[in-house]
């Protein structure tokens, strides 16, 4: 009937159009409603269905943040873990737990690319051509600032050699050195230097910011009330422009540590604390002090007087238990030696401490790729030397708050740990490529 009144150039009236229509909307409803689960339609999905997925934690949602760094070495990473969609399709905390891991181990690779950009005369400080020609400039500015006897001092050869207590002394007097030359950046204005800015937000770097350094990450950017102007402070992953601006946190300041202790020739390990801090661990023939008598740290550690032979002997046989080269606390911000416990002190529950390791020479294990040296890349779970509490509390801790085992950590941190194996070795393999073109190097 429709069809022989379209043919007929029937003139519909307003009445007969709806009647007409009527019946298919029906048909067409009813149809969306049995398929409105799959097809998401947000009018007639039911009150159970149209719920929001459970909260993503802070953890997983770092992962969804695309980096603003390097594009290769951030491609290489993604490419050679799991799809960062698992973040918001899988809640499971061992997802999110190793979503962390990756997002620390991406930064990780990042400070090892920077360093090894440096050590080749490329790295991006294109605003500083000066500084391409030196093998270090890292250790060139460490010596005309901080001075060239005090600097050899810190040279790992030399500090090795030194009694317990002379080596405490020079790390010291270096850590309040550096607290000094970096203080901590909490909220000044760059204009009228005053206190009390406003959290914009995070920006992307602009031209200038990426001038200084192609590692960034981002830029905060804070409002001040008093002149009404915005004052950024770009985050970055390079050690050189930290040097030449003098303003950073923990994180900025724990990279330029790092990197300056293994100029001068130190095992080091970059320690993340997932309670928000950052600092180092530096590989030394310490005495190890007891946890107990760590609870009085200016007992301990009273640089001002010089403890003699013979009362060094005496400690040794009493209080401080001798064992081989171990990893000593560095804080920079609190400009904190061997204190482990000092976190605790502040109150906070330890949780998760994640220590982050390269070889000294990250270009020279690429070259010599064999069992050994791959073992020098490491991922540790540190928590239990920060705290005084037992592994069986640490471990209730985290059951409770993300509902990790004792295995998630474990397998965890082991994929993590090849994977910083992998990917470093395979970005620094490239990177040494791009810069020695005639060079042959053999893949991992």
């Not at 005090?150 to 270096?174: C, I, M, S, V, Y």
């Not at 705290?387 to 950590?409: C, M």
């Given at each position: 009937m429709v069809i022989w009144c379209v043919r007929r150039k029937y003139i519909w009236s307003r009445r007969e159009k709806m009647f007409l229509l009527l019946p298919i909307i029906i048909v067409v409803l009813l149809l969306l409603a049995t398929t409105g689960d799959s097809l998401r339609v947000p009018f007639l999905v039911t009150s159970h269905t149209n719920q929001r997925p459970s909260s993503l934690s802070p953890a997983a949602l770092l992962m969804v943040i695309p980096s603003e760094s390097k594009e290769h070495t951030s491609n290489s990473i993604r490419n050679h873990t799991t799809n960062c969609d698992c973040v918001q399709n899988d809640t499971k905390p061992s997802s999110i737990l190793e979503d962390k891991l990756r997002y620390h181990l991406d930064r990780f690779v990042k400070m090892l690319m920077d360093e090894q950009e440096e050590k080749q005369g490329a790295a991006p400080d294109k605003s500083?051509?000066?500084?391409?020609?030196?093998?270090?400039?890292?250790?060139?500015?460490?010596?005309?600032?901080?001075?060239?006897?005090?600097?050899?001092?810190?040279?790992?050869?030399?500090?090795?050699?030194?009694?317990?207590?002379?080596?405490?002394?020079?790390?010291?007097?270096?850590?309040?050195?550096?607290?000094?030359?970096?203080?901590?950046?909490?909220?000044?204005?760059?204009?009228?230097?005053?206190?009390?800015?406003?959290?914009?937000?995070?920006?992307?770097?602009?031209?200038v910011e990426r001038l200084e350094s192609s590692w960034i990450d981002t830029t905060e950017v804070y409002l001040c009330p008093a002149c009404q102007q915005n004052t950024r402070f770009p985050r970055y992953l390079a050690a050189m422009p930290i040097v030449r601006r003098k303003s950073g946190r923990c994180s900025e300041y724990s990279l330029l540590l790092y990197r300056i202790l293994r100029c001068l020739g130190h095992e080091t390990r970059w320690v993340v604390d997932w309670a928000n801090h950052v600092w180092v661990e530096v590989l030394l023939p310490l005495p190890k002090l007891p946890k107990d008598s760590q609870q009085q740290p200016q007992q301990l550690l009273d640089i001002t007087t010089v403890t003699t032979s013979m009362d060094i002997t005496a400690s040794k046989s009493n209080n401080v238990i001798e064992e081989a080269p171990r990893w000593i606390h560095l804080d920079p911000c609190e400009a904190a030696l061997d204190l482990p416990l000092l976190y605790q002190e502040w109150g906070k529950n330890q949780t998760y401490i994640v220590a982050f390791q390269a070889p000294l020479d990250a270009t020279q294990s690429t070259r010599n790729n064999n069992t050994t040296t791959k073992q020098q890349w490491k991922i540790v779970d540190v928590t239990q030397e920060y705290?005084?509490?037992?592994?069986?509390?640490?471990?209730?801790?985290?059951?409770?708050?993300?509902?990790?085992?004792?295995?998630?950590?474990a397998a965890a941190l082991e994929r993590a740990t090849r994977d910083l194996q992998e990917l470093s070795l395979l970005a620094l393999i490239e990177q040494y490529r791009t810069a020695n073109k005639n060079a042959t190097i053999r893949d991992c």
């Open positions: 500083h051509e000066t500084e391409r020609n030196s093998s270090s400039p890292l250790l060139d500015w460490l010596q005309q600032n901080y001075g060239m006897d005090k600097t050899n001092e810190l040279q790992a050869g030399t500090l090795h050699k030194l009694e317990p207590d002379e080596q405490r002394l020079r790390l010291q007097a270096f850590l309040n050195w550096f607290r000094e030359t970096f203080p901590y950046y909490y909220d000044a204005c760059e204009q009228c230097h005053a206190t009390g800015t406003v959290f914009q937000g995070n920006q992307p770097p602009n031209d705290t005084s509490d037992d592994l069986e509390q640490i471990q209730a801790r985290r059951t409770k708050e993300d509902g990790i085992t004792s295995q998630d950590v």
